[in-house]
């Protein structure tokens, strides 16, 4: 009898799902420059409130979202959050100019509660469907599709909107049908492999090789929090201030910097999150291959990490190029290095906590992530207001310093990882 892939197809999907909430979230990106100031006449400030809301009901969605799918389970979790996404997508063809900067505001804040399930459901789900010396890998290529959506969106974008945004409401609504189209898609397709007849014997015990036996009871918040290994992946999450910073501002930045409109930045852009793309696939072979040499789990995913330090430091230096060439490169190493870093620090909640526990601690230190980006865009906004490109120097500064710095706190919090006992409600 020969072995299904059949967990192939679900990472196809989780591929997919998450290439269609970074489109649904890139648009605004692109077009924020067009936006700011052809249509609505936004300020930077204004626009660092929109951003806010979103990163304010990401940061509380997440734990929430985290803990629903671990209940729920990967199926019904996703599908919540992805319908919840879609209806506050399409309402943002739906603002009027009146009262574009409220109206986004509140639309961005819903946007970002549905969104907030997107990767605590994933690691869920590549948690239930895949050994653990495949979970790297698997966590690789759906965070690639972090950066294909990344990449789709600035080469969409210009292809229903003008320069002058003229039809700008479009770019939403076509982010909107595809969503809609894989919720369709998933409820149709995913089941637990124990569940799924598509899954024969051969497979279903590939998949189980490895795996910690299974918790039935649901863990509760007192026995995650106190976990040194929770703080840990919370610490490392920080560092997603530096990929919104990117995501909601990097276009702006090359506009300011280099003068360029929205169709000038897609080149541009889709060479930096192509770049993405190839760190997240990078970095989840590295430290599966170095497992596979007989490395141990501790070693082979810091070691990784510490390459994906050297690739996002030198981004510090970005404002020091007046070339966009060179800002461009420099982007998208630092790019390549988060995600191949993103990749690993998923992976490594799988590696130390139950799957019953996985997806709450993603939550959670997701929800801390974005309230690091919450607190980096309060002040962004007002920073830039008063210099924009000259004033993009200490952000840049800030993005490739914190990367050392919580990957040694981190060490100091698990010198050595191992499997955490958790107690039992």
């Known amino acids: 009898m020969k072995e299904t892939k059949y967990r192939y197809r679900i990472l196809a999907l989780l591929f997919f799902a998450t290439t269609i909430n970074y489109l649904d979230r890139s648009v605004l990106g692109v077009l924020a420059p067009t936006l700011r100031d052809k249509v609505f006449g936004w300020s930077m400030e204004d626009y660092s409130y929109i951003t806010i809301a979103f990163q304010l009901s990401y940061a509380m969605g997440l734990p929430w979202m985290g803990n629903l799918v671990d209940r729920w389970g990967a199926r019904k979790g996703y599908a919540l959050s992805i319908a919840i996404w879609s209806f506050f997508n399409l309402a943002h063809a739906l603002v009027r100019p009146a009262f574009s900067l ?24 590549i948690t239930e469907w895949f050994p653990p010396q495949q979970r790297a890998f698997a966590t690789g290529v759906v965070n690639a599709g972090t950066n294909l959506g990344a990449i789709l969106a600035p080469t969409l974008v210009p292809l229903v909107v003008s320069d002058d945004g003229e039809r700008w409401p479009l770019a939403f609504l076509m982010s909107t049908a595809l969503s809609l189209l894989w919720l369709l898609v998933w409820l149709r397709t995913y089941r637990r492999p124990e569940e799924d007849p598509r899954v024969n014997e051969l497979e279903l015990r590939k998949i189980q090789s ?8 649901k863990i509760s918040w007192r026995a995650i929090l106190p976990c040194r290994e929770t703080w840990a992946f919370a610490l490392m999450k920080t560092t997603d201030a530096v990929w919104w910073f990117y995501l909601f501002w990097g276009g702006i930045f090359l506009a300011d910097q280099f003068k360029l409109s929205v169709s000038g930045l897609g080149l541009p852009l889709i060479i930096v999150f192509a770049a993405a793309d190839v760190g997240s696939l990078f970095g989840g072979w590295l430290s599966g291959f170095l497992m596979s040499r007989g490395w141990s789990t501790n070693r082979a995913r810091k070691l990784t990490l510490l390459l994906c330090v050297g690739a996002v430091f030198p981004q510090s230096f970005m404002t020091w190029t007046q070339q966009p060439e060179l800002a461009m490169l420099l982007m998208a190493l630092a790019a390549a290095g988060h995600q191949a870093w993103s990749v690993n620090i998923f992976t490594m909640v799988s590696d130390l906590f139950p799957k019953k526990a996985v997806a709450s601690v993603i939550g959670f230190g997701g929800m801390v992530g974005s309230l690091a980006t919450l607190v980096a865009f309060l002040t962004l906004g007002k920073i830039l207001e008063t210099g924009h490109g000259e004033s993009y120097f200490f952000p840049f500064l800030i993005a490739g310093s914190i990367y050392p710095l919580t990957l040694l706190g981190a060490h100091l919090l698990t010198p050595k990882m191992t499997l955490v006992r958790l107690r039992e409600e």
């Open 102 to 125: 409220i109206g986004f505001t509140l639309v961005r804040f819903g946007l970002g509660l549905g969104e907030s399930g997107n990767f605590p459901a994933c690691a869920k789900a």
């Open 210 to 217: 490895g795996q910690p036996p299974e918790i039935p009871q």
